[in-house]
């Protein structure tokens, strides 16, 4: 019982998607401006990440791990169709509103990250309560940039008008008003999760839902000696081979430029 | 018809840049800009992949799709040609191209999930686009990226080296430096309006 309150509360505020763990950023800045898009799209959000969760998870032993990312894209846009199609039925207003960040939520790292990290781990129950709690997290922290961008760009709050509109900041409405209000939040929380003693919120490979993937990570993890190379096939070896050699001239090239910048 | 040429370029670099305007590509906006030379690397390979998931697409998307009236299964569609299209390049690279790989190679699974490449393949489809057209937002799109990669792997190497506070430094700084230069590209919108009127 403890572990499912675990799995649900964690998504609000100890591992926010957004704030935290850095998911899905093109979406949280793209449909901030205004409330109701924002609940539009926290609801779209909820609804393939609960569905996705629960398929890739009871999915999860058949699938081969070779083909898990392609095989989970699938699943994944299959819903998001679903949702697509839905709105276009139901709520063409929303679906107008949130334009091509729709289909776009197919490549949200959230959805594919939890599939990653925890639908593919865990059972049913617990993927869908995840998926739920995320998704709710998801929803809090746009909700909260949207409030923000909607308050002092528009003076409005879902659309009633609050502030007059002689008063209001244009800036919040443009692209700059998402990147400024998802930066100064952010600020915000890692100031909290520091005074906490937790560390930042970073982009890197713990938080990427591809790192399973990415060159760089496996570089990164075979000299921190987690991944045993002698295990791995040998054309996994030919791989760290090759891509040692990228990383040792990206740190040539890195270390002239930082003397340079410190001179001057 | 040139003009109209340009201007879809001239839009797609500036006016419409998908990192400070449209938003997309903002993961390895923000993960792989530290330095130049993964800057440069995740780009080059971002419009690689950009122009060719186009070229792959427009055709299937208008002889098949649109011809017997599949539009619904555009978003499944196309992110599994992309998906299939990364992984073919990223073995064909390995076999036959070795430099280009070892270049390149590390990005390219990345690029599969990277909203850019479904995002531009669905606003040509949106906007409409012939194939030319399309083939030309996508260029433009895709150096669009590497503008933006190449300003911010300089600037974000400088902020690296000043004194911010500590509760600022790292992403948000990075998000308020780019919400100042979306700022800039703002500019280009009546530049754009004035020189193709």
């Given amino acids: ?264 | 018809m040139n003009t109209n040429l340009l201007y879809i370029l001239f839009v797609a670099i500036l006016v419409e840049n998908y990192v400070f305007v449209q938003f997309l590509g903002i993961c390895p906006f923000l993960g792989v800009s530290k330095n130049l030379k993964t800057a440069m690397g995740m780009s080059i390979a971002v419009i690689f992949v950009m122009v060719l998931a186009t070229a792959v697409t427009w055709p299937i998307n208008h002889l098949i799709l649109e011809a017997y009236n599949l539009e619904y299964l555009q978003t499944l569609v196309f992110i599994l040609i992309i998906a299939a299209l990364v992984q073919l390049v990223e073995t064909f690279m390995k076999r036959y191209m070795v430099p280009l790989y070892n270049a390149l190679g590390i990005y390219l699974p990345l690029i599969t999930t990277n909203c850019i490449v479904l995002g531009v393949v669905l606003l040509n489809v949106q906007s409409e686009y012939n194939f030319i057209e399309s083939m030309v937002n996508s260029i433009g799109g895709g150096l669009g990226f590497l503008l933006a990669m190449f300003m911010f792997s300089g600037i974000r190497s400088r902020i690296d080296q000043s004194d911010i506070p500590e509760f600022l430094s790292g992403l948000p700084i990075t998000l308020i430096a780019a919400g100042i230069a979306a700022l800039a590209f703002q500019g280009f919108v009546g530049i754009a309006e004035n020189l193709f009127a």
């Fill in chain 1, 1 to 264: 019982m403890n572990k499912s309150k675990e799995v649900f509360f964690q998504g609000f505020i100890k591992e926010n998607p957004i704030f935290r763990l850095v998911l899905g950023m093109c979406s949280s800045l793209a449909v901030s401006s205004t409330m109701i898009a924002s609940l539009g799209m926290g609801m779209s959000v909820i609804f393939v990440l609960v569905l996705s969760n629960v398929v890739i998870s009871s999915l999860r032993k058949i699938i081969p791990d070779m083909v898990r990312i392609p095989a989970f894209i699938t699943v994944i846009a299959g819903f998001v169709t679903i949702v697509q199609l839905l709105l276009k039925a139901y709520l063409l207003e929303i679906n107008d509103m949130l334009g091509v960040y729709l289909p776009l939520i197919v490549v949200n790292c959230i959805i594919l990250g939890r599939a990653e990290a925890f639908a593919a781990k865990n059972s049913i129950g617990y993927a869908a309560l995840d998926g739920l709690g995320m998704g709710i997290g998801y929803t809090i922290a746009l909700l909260s940039i949207a409030f923000i961008r909607e308050l002092f760009g528009f003076g409005s709050l879902f659309g009633f008008q609050i502030i007059p509109e002689e008063y209001t900041i244009l800036i919040f409405t443009l692209p700059t008003g998402g990147f400024l209000v998802l930066g100064f939040l952010m600020a915000i929380w890692n100031k909290l999760a520091t005074l906490q003693g937790k560390p930042k919120a970073q982009l890197n490979c713990h938080t990427c839902p591809v790192a399973g993937l990415c060159g760089e990570n496996l570089i990164r993890l075979q000299k921190a000696g987690e991944v045993d190379i002698k295990s791995e096939n040998k054309k996994a070896d030919a791989k760290f081979e090759k891509l040692d050699k990228v990383d040792i001239e990206i740190d040539k090239y890195a270390k002239p430029n930082t003397e340079k910048e410190t001179n001057q």
